[in-house]
């Protein structure tokens, strides 16, 4: 009886870990606002963007939903700050409703979803030219599809299902180590190419001010024994 209490809780401590890792690990972010309409060319004051740092082949996915405006063309715009500035979607005009992306990240950066509104050739800004914006914005195993998880988890019991979702939060979790790991270790290179510059440099510095030295002590010993000073 003892040793199955002993197991129970030890499972318990289990789950409560996992669980707290898949929230440290999958993110989820909703934002709804008002952008007001403005002449083409005015892109800081008629356009905002969500940014969120995403690591290395995180799946991540959105849904926006555009409220009703006359006059007004919404362009949306996904991106990541990169070495190699990935664009992942891109909608021109887009329609009133909701619409959907998803794709997975190349690059550990910083990813930006941006809404534009533009006003149609012919009308001046008003305050009540605006549209109402939301979006809902999930990464990791949170992101995943609902209906591609029901598609393969139809037979399997919610435990088993949820299992499944933990397995996907430890993968991520594990393929987050890894890179930190990389990026220790070219700190710790780019560290010890840095010291040992330094040092290089002080030994230079000290060969240098010692030979500065006795070459002046040469040129005064010189100096004074012309002038019949010593």
Known sequence: MALRSRFSWAAAAALAVLAILALATSTASAVKFELPALQPGTVDKNQRCLSMYIGRNVFVRGEYEIGPGEHQQIDV????????QNQYYKRQNAATGKGKFAFTTQDHAE???????TLTDGF???????RNIALTLDTGAEAVADDAFDDKTNH????EIEMRRLESVMEE?????EYLKA????MRDTNESTNSRVMWFSFISIATLLAVGAW????????????KLI
């Open 173 to 177: 979790i594990v393929d987050e180590m």
């Open 124 to 130: 001046q800004p008003s305050p009540t030219l605006t």
């Open 216 to 227: 002046q002590i040469f040129y005064l010993r010189k100096f004074f024994q012309a002038k």
């Open 77 to 84: 715009h996904v991106s990541d700050a990169g070495m190699h």
């Open 156 to 159: 399997l019991l919610p435990v």
């Open 111 to 117: 990813v930006s979803v941006c809404f534009t509104n």
């Open 183 to 186: 990026r220790e270790a070219r």
